[in-house]
Structure formats: C-alpha cells, structure tokens
C-alpha cells in the first residue's frame, strides 16, 4: 500500500461513524417512507369514505329535488346529512337554477323555491380528513323539447370521459371528446367551467380537464384523483361573474396583515381550526358568527379571502352539470362518487 493510500484510508473511529450515519439515513429513510404509506393510505381511505357518503347524500337528497322545494332547505338538509353520516362540508351545496351555472349556495334568509319549468343543478361536495369527493346531478321541470336531452348530453359526455381516462392520457383528449358528445345532442360546452384534480384541502387542484377541446393538457397519472364535471347550455356557452357572492375561501398567498376586527380575527380562527383552504358558504359562517358579514367585508377588503362569485350563462338559456369524482388506477379509473 503506498503512503498516499494510507493517508485517506478511514481510521477505525471514522468507519464506525460513517457506519452509525449510515445506519441512522436508513432509519430514517425507514420511518419516512412509514409516514408517507400511511399518509397515502388515509388518503386513499378518506376518498373512498368520502365518496361512499356523497353517493348516499346524492340518494337522500334527489327526491327532495321538486317544484316547490326551497333551494335553502336543499342545502341545509344536504349539509346536514353529510354531518350526520361522518363527513364534513368539503364545498357548500350549489342549487343552481337555468342560466346559473355554478357557485349559487343559498344564504340564510333565502326564499327563492323551484318552480315549473326550472332546470336545477345540485352540486355537493363531501371532506373527509380534507379529502374532498366531488359531485352533481341536474333535474329537469322544464317541458321545452329544446331541453329535452340536455341532461342527457352532460350524462353521457361524463361517463365516456371517465372511459377514455388511464395514466398516460392527456386531459385536453378527455375535453375534445366530451365537447364532441354535447355539440353532438345540439349544445354547447361551456369553455370556461372545468374538471379539477382534487388535493388534501384543496377542491380544485393544480390540474385540470377542460370542456373544450386545446391544443395542449396535463397528463393523467396513476393515484391522482380527479372530478370530471360537464355542463351543456343551450346557449352559446359563455359565462360571466354575477354581482352575488355566497361562497369563500381563505388565501395562504395572500400577504400578511393585521386584522382591526376582534369578530375578523375570531372567524380567522375559526377558518384555521374547521375549513382551512376548503371554501364555505356565508351561511355556514354565520350560524357560527351572528355579525360574520363584518368579517367577511375586511378579510375581502385586505385579500385574506377569495371569493366564488355566482356564475351565469344569458337569461333566457339552461344549463346542465353532470359531474363524478374518480381515482387514476394502472389500467383506468376506480369511480367513487
């Protein structure tokens, strides 16, 4: 052995030490990959739980869906159900009427009732551990024979886009085809409304399915989730931000600030400990908080909140969802809502 040789050989101190760090990398390497089984299997079990809730929300709630209902008692009994079945409001229940597309969620003193002729859209959203499942049905009251297949259209262009989903596929394939189908029942997609990848808080995650056909999309991968939602209209398929707002959700983005109301930095609280990035409705809030309005001006006010306007296509047109949420396997889908 030559002298340069034995100058870097290790002394038996320092093999023993890098043998003790060694062994400590693998040990911990051990117990994160021990965490993150156990994360992806709470996940995996809180979606199907979730999912197996929303299916038997759907079931209760779907013949309470007739002409003279109150869209307020829709949401509540909804909501309540969620609760009383072991789940908590993943997104607060959207009655959406004709041209209203989404995000319409009743507010305390709600009178509006569903009347002949009415296309109504239930959009429900299930949290279990912040795992969200994702999902809605339309009902028809309305007897122009425009109209006659519009949910049908929205039906049909959801289930042949889950069966055209595996790893591997891009999500503006999934667009191309579902705008097909509804174009196809003499509809339009509307462009501006879309499926979302679904994440642990997060209702609509960093991915999207569009309605339309692009030129480019993300790529479906094996274990993500994912809901698919279509709407058809018999319009020309535009949308725009009504004046109403009924629905929030707090910003992590956004800067910090100091908060002036002793009630605004209550309901903060009360958004950190129940909600935290899932959106809730204005009804929620104030059956916790009697003034929460003031709280929802300045957290508004300084961007602490984002807020889900209701959104509208013309007056005078209908509109139809169709929506499942479904889990990426090897070779396809498992569909849990």
């Known amino acids: 052995m030559s002298d340069e040789e ?44 979730a999912g197996e ?14 002409v003279g209902a109150k869209y307020l008692d829709i ?26 597309a989404a995000h ?17 859209k239930i959009d429900i959203g299930v949290s279990v551990e912040g795992y969200v499942a994702d999902g809605a049905f339309t009902v028809s009251f309305n007897s122009d024979p425009n109209t006659q297949n519009l949910i049908l259209a929205v039906q049909t262009a959801v289930l042949k886009g889950m069966s055209l989903i595996k790893p591997g596929v891009k999500a503006n394939e999934i667009g191309k085809a579902t705008s ?21 808080f997060q209702v609509h995650g960093f991915k999207e399915i569009p309605n339309v056909a692009l030129p480019t999309g993300d790529v479906f991968e094996e274990g993500e989730v994912f809901a698919l939602e279509c709407f058809a209209s018999t319009g020309a398929g535009n949308i725009h931000r009504g004046s109403n707002c009924y629905i929030y959700e707090y910003d ?23 909600k935290k990035t899932l959106p809730f409705s204005m009804r929620e809030l104030l059956k916790e908080f009697r003034t929460g309005k003031f709280a929802i001006r300045e957290l508004t006010t300084v961007g602490k909140i984002g807020q889900h306007m209701v ?27």
């Open 104 to 120: 319409y969620s009743s507010p305390p003193d709600d009178e509006s009732i569903i009347k002949d002729e009415d296309i109504v």
């Open 180 to 200: 097909k189908i509804i174009k196809g029942f003499g509809y339009n997609p509307i462009k501006e409304l879309s499926g979302h990848s679904l994440e642990k």
């Open 75 to 100: 949401c509540e009994k909804t909501e309540a159900k969620i609760i009383e079945l072991g789940g908590e409001i993943g997104f607060p229940t959207n009655v959406c009427v004709n041209e209203v």
């Open 252 to 274: 992590l983005k956004s800067d910090r600030v100091p908060l002036r109301g002793k009630i605004t930095r209550k309901v903060v609280g009360w958004i950190a400990h129940n």
């Open 311 to 337: 959104l509208k296509e013309e007056k005078g047109t209908y509109v139809a969802q169709w929506e499942h949420t479904f889990l990426v396997t090897e070779d396809g889908i498992e569909q849990l809502t």
């Open 6 to 49: 034995k100058k870097i050989e290790p002394t038996p101190t320092e093999a023993a030490a890098e043998e003790n760090v060694e062994k400590e990398l693998t040990e911990e390497e051990k117990l994160a990959k021990e965490e993150e089984e156990k994360e992806q299997k709470l996940r995996l079990e809180s979606f199907r739980k």
């Open 53 to 66: 809730i929303h299916k038997q929300v759907v079931e209760y709630i779907k013949p309470l869906v007739i």
